[in-house]
């Protein structure tokens, strides 16, 4: 009987406490950022801008993309009804410049008679998956140019014709709306493969937009994301329910940001000198796959497979690998001169991470 009357008595208050949530985009209307992207380091401020239905006790949060509470930039402030404007000046409640990534506006009105109405842009913005066809390369000036339609966050990884992918230009990084430009040296990541001594490139350019009033900071270069928010130490937002949407959601958009980074690893030989690969023909070794602690961890979390390339041409496939992985070698067969071998991690969850090496086989 005390359970029945407990259940009871719970369903009431949530009767209670969704008739005093009013639809936000009835009372919190026209809600705009007046520029998606802006410089914190050097003194720029974005400005925020919302029509109130009616007068109430304005909060406005600004959230990290993993949701952690960067800075609360109006607090309990009495607002009338009408055109509203908030700046934001990129700092956090630490008073320091956040780190450049994406971050996102949340507005909640508490009027009078109790009631209140929240703005929070992630129930129902923010995911959608995309791919961007319309990117051009200019091998004389080694850049790559697309558009967006709105900000988003991205991918870009490189590869060569039926090779390896050899670089990630992109790490799903926040992007602004319109042209984006972005250089490229042709190298891969460790500088020892250069993509433009063979036939063709391959691309992959995908990203899913940023949730409505999302704004990109940039211009901090002395502060890293993933140190930043474990320094902010900030409760994370109640995730609420998130309205049904008719468009395909990227499953990245559900995760944390450190989840689905490139996977960060390195390659030695250990038999012989990191700075000097200088190897004899028909020798046998191990290739030896490292990763740091951080890395480790999400190597494990996720499946992932091992591909081997020498020259850009596969050569070996491990479609299970763990951290630390030995491979064993041979050279035999190769001609005397400089070759590149390149490893490739493919997580299950389509991660791609590459690290090259340049060897010497002599006679």
């Known amino acids: 009987m005390k359970r029945v009357k407990l259940f009871l008595l719970l369903i009431f208050l949530v009767v209670i406490y969704s008739n005093h949530i009013i ?84 507005i909640k009105a508490k009027f009078d008679d109790g009631s209140e109405a929240i703005y929070d842009p992630t129930t129902f913005s923010g995911g959608e998956e995309f791919e961007v066809t319309d990117v051009d390369y200019n091998s004389e000036e080694g850049s790559f140019t697309f558009n967006l339609k709105r900000p988003a966050r991205v991918l870009m990884r490189v590869g060569i014709d039926n090779g390896p992918m050899i670089n990630t230009l992109l790490d799903w990084k926040p992007r602004p709306a319109g042209h984006n430009i972005l250089y490229w040296s042709g190298f891969d990541k460790d500088g020892v493969l250069d993509a433009r001594e063979f036939s063709g490139l391959k691309l992959v350019t995908i990203g899913f937009y940023l949730p409505e009033s999302s704004v990109i900071t940039y211009g901090n270069n002395k502060s890293n994301y993933f140190k930043y928010i474990n320094s902010l130490k900030t409760k994370k937002k109640v995730l609420r329910e998130e309205k049904l949407r008719k468009v395909k959601i990227s ?103 590459s690290r090259s090496l340049k060897i010497n086989i002599k006679e």
Request: hydrophobic residues 35%; proline residues 4%.
């Open 23 to 106: 639809a936000a985009e009835e009372m919190i209307t026209k809600v705009q950022v007046k520029s998606s992207n802006f410089n914190p380091s050097s003194g720029e401020e974005c400005q925020l801008v919302y029509n109130l239905a009616k007068e109430a006790k304005v909060y406005v949060n600004v959230y990290t993309a993993d949701f952690h509470l960067v800075n609360q930039i109006a607090s309990g402030v009495f607002q009338e009804e009408g055109e509203h404007k908030v700046s934001w000046d990129g700092r956090d409640i630490n008073n320091q410049v956040v780190a450049d990534e994406a971050y996102f506006f949340y």
């Open 251 to 353: 499953p990245y958009y559900y995760l944390q940001l450190r989840d689905y980074r490139t996977p960060q690893f390195s390659v030695e030989l250990p038999q012989y000198n990191e700075a000097n690969y200088n190897i004899k023909k028909d020798s046998k070794l191990l290739i030896r796959i490292l990763a740091k602690n951080e890395f480790k961890r999400l190597l494990m979390k996720n499946r992932f497979e091992v591909i081997l390339f020498l020259d850009a041409k596969f050569i070996y496939e491990e479609e299970e690998g763990y951290i630390p992985f030995n491979i064993p070698w041979s050279t035999k067969g190769l001609d005397p001169g400089e070759h590149y071998l390149t490893v490739v991690l493919a997580t299950y969850n389509g991660q791609v991470g």
